[in-house]
């Protein structure tokens, strides 16, 4: 499940429904397409670390949690309007939480 939408296993279904949904799965276009803009103009080394680049969204947050600490930036970034677009032009998968969690993590690092 790549997509939190959850597909029938029943044998009697086969193997086209999970192929139908793929050609037709709205985040896997939108990665698809995200691959294809970082791609335009890449190294073909840049191409291949990209092809096998796995997104983490434990790995950012942690990022994240580091970056306000070691830079002792304000918990309310994270409700920056400018922040929040540039995290986006980055990853449209990122998740931004809230400053009181942000606020917590910070504290347990």
């Known amino acids: ?3 939190h939408e959850y597909l029938s296993g ?8 999970p192929k139908k949904h793929l050609e037709r799965c709205k985040l896997r276009s939108r990665v ?5 803009k970082l791609c335009a103009g890449a190294t073909p080394s840049d191409i291949e670390r990209l092809e096998n680049w796995i997104y983490d969204s434990d790995l950012a947050h942690r ?3 580091r ?4 830079h ?5 970034i994270v409700e920056y309007d400018g922040f929040n677009e540039f995290v986006y ?8 939480v809230s400053r009181t969690t942000i606020k917590l993590d910070c504290m347990g690092f």
């Open 63 to 65: 990022a994240l949690v």
């Open 1 to 3: 499940m790549h997509c």
């Open 32 to 36: 698809a397409e995200f691959v294809d």
């Open 89 to 96: 032009s980055l990853n449209p998968l990122f998740k931004i």
């Open 72 to 76: 002792e930036l304000p918990f309310s």
């Open 67 to 70: 970056m306000i600490v070691l």
């Open 10 to 17: 029943k044998q009697s279904v086969g193997t086209s429904h």
